[in-house]
């Protein structure tokens, strides 16, 4: 089979990696020349564990090819993917799908036999139909059908969900197209992983309910992080009670400064407006954007509150910065609120990231960027920890408190725990655990 991917981005570039690694002839595009000559150098432009190797060793075996010419790649392609990006239009909080409806139209300019044209980006639902009327302009009903296919594959850890997916969506209602994405997906079948078939419609929500449902159940949990704060009780020791519930379970439970990232955010907007449209307005989900949104302001105002409440002058030292470990991305990062408001509020700020540094220098300014954990916190009054980076996680204490002014820690990401880190010697802050809330009521009484 042979199928070319539209858009040689984060998905995109996975997927059709990942396409080829099951024996697909695959040829990703891109209208970046200059990203498709790095990756026809060999070079992989995001950082994503794994991804080097089976681009490697599909452009080796002449599998994977890399293009700017969508003519050529689309031409006598089994299917045509679209997976270019889908932003949140500025001002309204739409997801903006001005580069589908182009990557549909020049599809249609070129398909010859019947094509199958799978909508890979994630779009609102209702995009499919209006990427087949495009398509439709130009085209005999003959010679495409339209499948919606979104993809569920986390940053850090995108080609083993390629690979051992939990389930693949394919939305259509051609069973002529239904046999081609059953072909391509056919390894997957052969170790029993569940594909589903729906309607257009239906694949288009499921990507949007799945994704902010998975962002509720996170904002959920730092709501009753922050009332095991005030009440004595421990947020960690709630989530594995109730995460043991398998009508519950247990991931996504970790509490800690607010989800983040390119999909989230993005796509919890995007449904909230288009249920406000459908006139079933979905008050749940626009709660957990409201509350998101605030609640990662408000870690700056703990970090100053557990730095004595005032980090005038004072140095922070802040480690990880992208929105969460094992990416480069910083797209929505708790790091972007929390940074510029401790620096707002008069901090002089340190930081290090393993893989986000460049990403970083492009969107905070005014910071030292450090070339590792322990020279970020030379000198500094509070060690912040933004990210749970594994580096992060099993850091030297002695030296630690050796290089700090004072042994401040607040961790927003709970990976130290509380009775190591009194031993330590530190004034230790984190997440929904019983220790932060004598802090919590001490604060209160102050105010
Ligand atoms: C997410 C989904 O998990 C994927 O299934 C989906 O395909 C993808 O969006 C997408 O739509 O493209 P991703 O954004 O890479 O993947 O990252 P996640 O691992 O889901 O984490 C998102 C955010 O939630 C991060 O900021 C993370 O720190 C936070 N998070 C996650 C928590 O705060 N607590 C948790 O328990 C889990």
Known sequence: MRIAVIGS????LVSGACFSEFGVEVICVDNDAAKIARLQRGEIPIF????DQVVQTNVANGRLRFATDLGTAVEGADAVFIAVGTPSRRGDGHADLSYVFAAAEEIAKTVKDYTVVVTKSTVPVGTGRKVAEV???RLPESKFDVVSNPE???EGSAIEDFMRPDRVVIGTDSERAAGVMRELYRPLSLIEKPILFTSLETAELIKYAANSFLATKITFINQIADLCENVGADVQDVARG???DGRIGRKF????????????????????????EASAPLTIVETVVASNDSRKQHMAERIIQACGGSVKAKTIAVLGLTFKPNTDDMRDSPSLAIVPALQQAGATIRAFDPEGMSEAKKQLTGITFCSGSYETMEGAHALVI??????????DLDRVKSLLKTPTIIDLRNIYKPADMAEAGFHYFSIGRG????VRQRLQAKS
């Open 135 to 137: 398509l439709r302009k």
């Open 9 to 12: 981005g984060y998905v995109g």
């Open 152 to 154: 569920f594959l986390r």
């Open 242 to 244: 109730i995460g043991l």
């Open 386 to 395: 933004v990210t749970e980076w594994n580096e992060f996680r099993a850091l």
């Open 253 to 276: 439970l970790h509490a800690g400064p607010g989800f983040g990232g390119s999909c989230f955010p993005k796509d919890c907007l995007a449904l909230v407006k288009t249920a406000q």
């Open 48 to 51: 994503e564990p794994g991804l």
């Open 435 to 438: 220790a932060a809330a004598p």
